[in-house]
């Protein structure tokens, strides 16, 4: 969600003459993009004000976009007295508004306000990420509050965009050539437009399988979606997949815990049994779907017996990969007030202990695509040589292997050769 960001409050720059460099010594504005999610990624924020400081020799104008901007808005200012100008999640769109308002005088800048009606989502050709993948917000923001997170007040509620302006914008990314789309939200499959306009002539037990089907209908390439929450996520996603060859063999299911006891007091929605069942179906599949996954570890009052809860999910899920975090306490969230009672070592071993688990099982996944073959679509060179290529298979895996760059977007097989933890090899068929 961050990288779409920065994506579209490029665009909204460049198309206000503002010229952008990768390279912050020679740049006169800096703008930072922050996440909030744990702490660690907070602190990084004031670590880079300190580094950018630092090294200007003349003063630059600072700006603090997205997450941490809207937490502490104007209190940003006292703990970090370099930054000119806060834009809250909501307005990034009005970028060029703020710099120039400080560029007119205006000392310490913040605007935290709402989206404007019209917001544009689209992102101009020079400023993707990628040539061949595009990002497409479908909901933003969370209603679901789990007890650890901030998301919901960094992000504020659920709002899906209505079904025709997605239809729209990946039709228009086809017609420039890009290969892949990724629906992305807090929760896609909490979609839940104002209408039902646009979805009227596909089938669909929820709003999100219907709009599934209706961008599968667009003909593009490839269709995949992140995140999915358990509880939401109806057995009719996996129908639209089987139905669609372009929907990606892939689903990104967040956890958390194999605790019951965990799930409750992180007020999950769901069970763990419940998630068992998701994924029986996920399994149960005729396409081979991969199962990638986010973990807790060390959430308060995880005993060892919790823990070892956990480890028992991830044997029995054998998720393709998964993101295992430490607990954060974050201020504002309701586990805040719970003591954070598990101790850092205690923390580090079972950290070291899922992940040792995660890569056993994910070692014997990614040894069974051996010499099996895999559409590949090309993103990157992937090393100095013209003649390394990498790119991800529909189930969401790196592959490297050797071909010219004048390949570079096209969807090729690929027959596999060799496994790493995180990484196929390949020859070219
Ligand atoms: N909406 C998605 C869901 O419910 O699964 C996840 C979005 S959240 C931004 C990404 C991941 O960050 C979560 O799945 C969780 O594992 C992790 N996370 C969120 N808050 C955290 C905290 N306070 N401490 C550690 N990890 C956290
Ligand atoms: Fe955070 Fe839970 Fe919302 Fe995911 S569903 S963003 S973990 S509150």
């Not at 605007?111 to 497409?136: C, M």
């Amino acid at each position: 969600m961050n990288v779409s960001d920065s994506e579209r409050v490029a665009t909204v720059l460049e198309s206000t003459d503002f010229e952008l460099t990768p390279d912050e010594d020679s740049a006169d504005i800096v703008l930072f993009n922050t996440c909030s999610v744990r702490e660690k990624a907070e602190h990084k924020l004031y670590t880079r004000i300190g580094q950018v400081r630092k090294l200007q020799s003349k003063k630059k104008i600072i700006g603090v976009l997205g997450c941490v901007a809207q937490l502490e808005g104007e209190t940003l200012f006292d703990k970090s007295p370099a930054i000119d100008f806060v834009l809250g999640t909501k307005a990034v769109g009005r970028v060029s508004k703020a710099i120039e308002s400080v560029l007119e005088g205006q000392n310490k800048f913040c605007d935290l306000g709402e989206r404007e009606p019209n917001y544009d989502w689209s992102v101009a050709e020079t400023q993707k990420h990628s040539s061949f993948i595009s990002f497409v917000p479908v909901i933003e923001g969370c209603n679901k509050f789990c007890t650890y997170c901030i998301v919901p007040f960094s992000r504020g509620r659920e709002k899906s965009l209505a079904a025709p302006e997605i239809i729209r914008h990946v039709l228009k990314l086809c017609k420039q050539g890009v290969k892949e789309v990724h629906l992305i939200g807090q929760n896609v499959n909490s979609y839940r437009p104002k209408t039902i306009e646009g979805l009227e002539k596909f089938r669909g037990a929820t709003p999100f399988s219907k709009l599934l089907r209706a961008v599968a209908a667009t003909g593009i390439a490839r269709i995949k979606f992140t995140t999915s929450f358990p509880r939401d996520f109806h057995p009719d996603i996996i129908e639209a997949i089987n139905e669609n060859e372009n929907l990606c063999n892939w689903v990104h299911l967040p956890v958390q815990s194999g605790s019951n006891k965990i799930l409750r007091l992180m007020r999950r929605g769901h069970t763990i049994e419940n998630y068992f069942e998701r994924i029986d179906k996920i399994k149960s599949s005729v396409r081979k779907i991969s199962l990638t996954t986010d973990i807790i570890i060390g959430f308060p009052n995880e005993t060892e017996a919790d823990f070892g809860d956990s480890l028992k999910m991830v044997d029995y899920c054998q998720f393709d990969s998964s993101y295992i975090f430490k607990y954060s306490p974050r201020m504002g969230t309701p586990s805040y007030q719970l003591e954070d009672n598990v101790s850092a070592e205690e923390k580090k071993q079972r950290f070291i202990e899922l992940e040792k688990r995660q890569k056993f099982n994910q070692h014997r996944i990614y040894e069974s695509y051996l010499h099996k073959s895999v559409q590949v679509l090309i993103e990157n060179k992937s090393g100095k040589n013209n003649f390394d290529l990498s790119g991800r298979t529909s189930c969401h895996k790196v592959v490297h292997f050797k071909g010219s760059a004048n390949l570079l977007g096209k969807i090729v097989n690929v027959q596999i050769t060799e496994s790493k933890s995180n990484t196929l090899y390949g020859k070219i068929l």
